[in-house]
């Protein structure tokens, strides 16, 4: 009955044009060998419902490298209240519906609430489980923004400085004129625009394919000695170039690859791999119950922008050290300084995020630091990816809550099953 309630409201909407099929009622990966018709691949990987199994499968369409955990685990204790996936909230349709409804419906594939110490709510849907792992996408980023803090802290980088003062390569490219606090604010100015619906544009056609994460015939068979741009960072030095009608920092347009030039200068100043600055510095000190992997371009770097992939109770543990001010058991893993900086909104940041047609209208605040800010001085961010992963915290409330989903299509602002999640989790979290 919710089903067809919820359909009879989007075609009433005007939302008729949005693919609203059950989630789970397509069989994929059927059979040994699977079907034909039910056969994940590179192809449709990122298509529904096949995302439902690769994207907590990434290793298989894609190519990974690993984040080893370490250490003792880090126990989460349980005092679950399963009368909270009962109350009854309103989707972006206006339909009522209980928590757990809401999020099935809107392609949800798991779901954590922690507050305090506490999980008081966990679920899966569909088969997804506490010891799979989910690709993050661009939620990776705000994991970039805390390790960058760590040099930034040690005084190996300042974010004042263009990141060609570190990497030549950048010279003469459009990453020459910016400064670090611009990548962080995606701010940069650069000629290249983010498009996840332009098959034809150099999003498709370049970058995606050098991440190796967007399939073209033949892209994969490519090799570095005939191919200029092989890999993300060729990319970034060879195709990126200014916006000249603009300068950075005046305005705010979000876009991929200033997080790869930062998981760049991670890499460079530190000089280890990315995935092994990551997990010697986050990853190895959190009580992960897994270990973690990212997945990696066509050079095998990691994409530092969104190829990150845990288990949704890691994520939960990564987003409780960033609610607590980067420590974890009463030790600084992350500067305070560094993680309460992304909250320090100015005016100039609120009048950019109102100034982009795209987000003006929502409920953002500001974009800061690799954060999506709802409210700074009560300390509401969230971490977010393209198909509907999200890190919400809210420190007002001591309380993270943390999903993935497999929902079709990108995450844009106006995106309902993205929309209804958020609103929902935050009303949610409100009523604690």
């Known amino acids: 009955m919710i089903r067809v309630l919820l359909n009879i409201v989007i075609i009433l909407c005007g939302y008729s044009s949005l693919s609203y099929s059950e989630p789970g009622s397509q069989s994929v990966m ?9 056969q994940a691949t590179m192809k449709n990987y990122r298509d529904y419902p096949f995302s439902g199994w690769t994207f907590q499968n990434m290793g298989a369409p894609l190519n990974v490298v690993m984040v080893p955990r370490g250490g003792d685990i880090a126990e989460l204790n349980q005092s679950l209240n399963h009368a909270l996936g009962k109350k009854i909230f309103k989707d972006k349709t206006g339909t009522e519906m209980t928590l757990e409804d809401l999020f099935r419906v809107h392609y949800a594939r798991g779901m954590i609430l922690i507050q305090g110490d506490k999980v008081l709510y966990e679920k899966y849907f569909d088969g997804f489980g506490p010891h799979k792992q989910h690709i993050w996408f661009s939620m990776s980023k705000s994991l970039a923004s805390a390790a960058l803090g760590v040099l930034v802290e040690q005084g190996q980088i300042d974010i004042k400085k263009s990141p060609a003062h570190y990497i030549p390569e950048l010279k003469n490219s459009g990453f020459e004129r910016v400064t670090i606090q611009n990548l962080l604010d995606m701010a940069t100015s650069i000629d290249f ?56 920092g005046t305005d705010f347009d979000y876009n991929s690859s200033n997080a790869d030039v930062i998981g760049w200068l991670i890499s460079r100043v530190s000089g280890q791999p990315y995935e092994q600055f990551i997990s010697e510095q986050i990853w190895s000190k959190l009580g992960m119950e897994h270990d973690a992997y990212f997945t990696v371009d066509r050079a095998f770097m990691p994409v530092v922008t969104g190829g990150m992939n845990s288990t949704l109770r890691d994520a939960a543990r990564f987003a409780l050290m960033i609610r607590d001010e980067g420590r974890v058991k009463n030790k600084q893993l992350i500067p305070s300084t560094w993680i309460n900086s992304a909250l320090n909104i100015d005016e100039k940041l609120k009048s950019h995020m109102t100034a982009n047609p795209k987000y003006g209208e929502e409920s953002w605040e500001a974009y800061h630091n690799m954060w999506w800010i709802l409210d700074g001085e009560k300390g509401e961010f969230c971490a977010t990816g393209i198909h509907g992963q999200v890190i919400y915290i809210n420190r007002s409330k001591n309380t993270v809550m943390v999903w993935f989903s497999n929902q079709p299509g990108a995450a844009a602002p106006k995106n309902i099953n993205y929309q209804s999640k958020l609103n929902a989790a935050r009303s949610l979290v409100n009523s604690l």
């Open 30 to 38: 059927e059979g040994t060998p699977p079907t034909r018709d039910s």
């Open 193 to 248: 625009k983010e498009t996840y619906t332009d098959m034809t544009s150099d999003f498709a056609l370049k970058y995606a394919v050098a991440m190796n994460m967007g399939w073209l015939p033949g892209a994969r068979d490519a090799q570095p000695e005939n191919t200029e741009i092989y890999g993300v960072h060729d990319f970034l030095s060879k195709y990126v170039k200014p916006n000249t009608q603009l300068e950075p």
